[in-house]
């Protein structure tokens, strides 16, 4: 059932980045949940968690289309080698500060702008990276899900982790602690063998390149209404996680330990969804997945908003937490078979716009109506968007599924209609 997948990671350059970078994942979600119990142990406010996390995902949104075009000019190797030396100096200057004592809101907000300019450029490389590391072609689908599987392990570890140490040892030592997992992923970058990839055609400027990646994604239906459906799921729905502290300590009356908890729940639900994934051959019928996973998401979410009991809304995140990645993974893997090679980077890129870019958006938003509203209407709301936007996408699919079918063929995924 899995043999594709064992034949996957029996690419050397692959599998090199799937150890080093599982260990750097776990770091990453260390920063991630000290952070956001740090501004608000600082603040208690709803609404500075989600200025922060503006501010920290805003040059995504800003940058990630020039993003794209540099990954399909340069060395997509060599450009994935900087942003992973950067990441750990920005994590160190973190660890640096709040270890000093002297930690003030702006400067969390200004190593937060740091980190999402380093982000923008680092998410799009390494997703239209992995075509690179991998042996066959065939093998891109397995690979997407299988690094989708690296995100929620870290997911599952890293939070519960976090919630410990930031009770043991405090945030300043997760900052270190994250600083210091970007060596393993740096070696084994260093020890890959990439052959080089044929020099693309730069006949264009930039802001050329950036007009014709854009009319190309914007124009095509079946990639236009995919990154539609993850734009309103990250703008609506992701933002619940920057209120994952609110919850923790004011709904719940817990400490770091419950944030850890309810992290990691969202965690478990995404690698049960990942595993299933990974068990799939091809990415036939997975169109009809991706409105599935958003409904999930918001109805799930929905649920959790008005949870009174811990347990009950860990298993409620769960539930979302394989909804979202469904819809996630099924999107990149979807984009990934149908894009042209030439235009992967730039593809890529406004792939991070919907994912990630919307977030800073939403987070501001939910901040700002958690405050008003309150925390629980605020997650049903984005719940609700979830599902009115999975049903509008799934409407389309017959007609999304006419425009991917002609690709299909030519790949050699679907056999080609027989003569009359």
Same mark, same amino acid.
């Given at each position: 059932?899995?043999?594709?997948?064992?034949k996957?990671?029996g690419?050397?350059?692959?599998?090199?980045?799937?150890?080093?970078?599982?260990?750097?994942?776990?770091?990453?979600?260390?920063?991630?949940?000290?952070m956001?119990?740090?501004?608000?142990?600082?603040?208690?406010?709803?609404?500075?968690l989600?200025?922060v996390?503006?501010?920290?995902?805003?040059?995504?949104?800003?940058?990630?289309?020039?993003?794209?075009?540099?990954?399909?000019?340069?060395?997509?190797?060599?450009?994935?080698?900087?942003?992973?030396?950067l990441?750990?100096?920005?994590?160190?200057?973190?660890a640096?500060?709040?270890?000093?004592?002297?930690?003030?809101?702006?400067?969390?907000?200004?190593?937060?702008?740091?980190?999402?300019?380093?982000?923008?450029f680092d998410?799009?490389?390494?997703?239209?990276?992995?075509?690179?590391?991998?042996?066959?072609?065939?093998?891109?689908?397995?690979?997407?899900?299988?690094?989708?599987?690296?995100?929620?392990?870290?997911?599952?570890?890293?939070?519960a982790?976090?919630?410990?140490l930031?009770?043991?040892?405090?945030?300043?030592?997760?900052?270190?602690?994250?600083?210091?997992?970007?060596?393993?992923?740096?070696?084994s970058?260093?020890?890959?063998?990439?052959?080089?990839?044929?020099?693309?055609?730069?006949?264009?400027?930039?802001?050329?390149?950036?007009?014709?990646?854009?009319?190309?994604?914007?124009?095509?239906?079946?990639?236009?209404?995919?990154?539609?459906?993850?734009?309103?799921?990250?703008?609506?729905?992701?933002?619940?996680?920057v209120?994952?502290?609110?919850?923790?300590?004011?709904?719940?009356?817990?400490?770091?330990?419950?944030?850890?908890?309810?992290?990691?729940?969202?965690?478990?639900?995404a690698m049960?969804?990942?595993?299933?994934?990974?068990?799939?051959?091809?990415? =036939? $019928?997975?169109?009809n997945?991706?409105? /599935? %996973?958003? &409904?999930?998401?918001?109805? +799930?979410?929905m649920g #959790? @908003?008005?949870?009174?009991?811990?347990?009950?809304a860990?298993?409620?995140?769960?539930?979302?937490?394989?909804?979202?990645?469904?819809?996630i993974?099924?999107?990149?893997?979807?984009?990934?078979?149908?894009?042209?090679?030439?235009?992967?980077?730039?593809?890529?890129?406004?792939?991070?716009?919907?994912?990630?870019?919307?977030?800073?958006?939403?987070?501001?938003?939910?901040?700002?109506?958690?405050?008003? =509203? $309150?925390?629980?209407?605020?997650?049903? /709301? %984005?719940g &609700?968007?979830?599902?009115? +936007?999975?049903?509008? #996408? @799934?409407?389309?699919?017959?007609g999304i599924?006419?425009?991917?079918?002609?690709?299909?063929v030519?790949?050699?995924?679907?056999?080609?209609?027989?003569?009359?």
């Amino acid at each position: 059932m899995f043999g594709h997948v064992s034949k996957t990671l029996g690419s050397r350059n692959f599998r090199l980045f799937f150890f080093g970078q599982s260990i750097s994942l776990i770091g990453t979600w260390l920063q991630m949940v000290a952070m956001s119990w740090l501004v608000y142990r600082l603040t208690h406010s709803a609404f500075t968690l989600g200025m922060v996390g503006f501010f920290t995902r805003l040059p995504t949104f800003l940058l990630a289309p020039y993003a794209g075009v540099v990954a399909d000019r340069l060395n997509r190797y060599r450009l994935l080698m900087w942003t992973q030396v950067l990441s750990l100096v920005q994590a160190a200057l973190l660890a640096a500060l709040v270890l000093s004592g002297k930690e003030q809101v702006w400067q969390l907000v200004l190593l937060g702008l740091m980190l999402g300019f380093i982000n923008a450029f680092d998410v799009p490389v390494r997703q239209s990276f992995l075509v690179e590391m991998i042996d066959e072609k065939e093998d891109l689908g397995t690979a997407i899900a299988i690094n989708s599987s690296m995100n929620t392990a870290a997911r599952m570890v890293g939070p519960a982790l976090a919630g410990v140490l930031v009770s043991l040892i405090g945030e300043g030592w997760c900052f270190s602690l994250n600083a210091l997992s970007f060596i393993p992923v740096l070696g084994s970058l260093w020890a890959m063998r990439v052959q080089p990839r044929p020099a693309p055609d730069n006949a264009v400027g930039p802001w050329q390149e950036m007009k014709d990646g854009a009319r190309y994604c914007f124009g095509f239906p079946p990639i236009r209404d995919v990154l539609l459906l993850l734009a309103v799921a990250s703008l609506m729905g992701m933002p619940y996680q920057v209120l994952m502290p609110v919850f923790a300590a004011d709904v719940f009356k817990g400490g770091a330990h419950t944030l850890g908890f309810l992290t990691s729940s969202i965690g478990v639900g995404a690698m049960l969804a990942t595993v299933y994934l990974m068990s799939r051959k091809n990415v =036939l $019928g997975l169109l009809n997945k991706l409105p /599935l %996973g958003a &409904a999930v998401f918001g109805a +799930a979410l929905m649920g #959790f @908003a008005y949870a009174s009991h811990l347990g009950v809304a860990c298993l409620l995140l769960g539930v979302a937490g394989a909804g979202m990645m469904v819809q996630i993974t099924g999107s990149n893997t979807l984009l990934q078979t149908i894009v042209d090679d030439d235009k992967r980077g730039r593809m890529m890129s406004f792939y991070t716009m919907a994912f990630m870019g919307t977030v800073p958006f939403g987070n501001i938003l939910s901040g700002e109506l958690a405050e008003r =509203l $309150g925390t629980r209407p605020t997650v049903l /709301l %984005g719940g &609700a968007c979830c599902m009115v +936007a999975a049903g509008l #996408f @799934a409407w389309r699919v017959p007609g999304i599924r006419r425009g991917i079918r002609p690709i299909y063929v030519k790949k050699g995924i679907l056999p080609a209609p027989a003569a009359s």
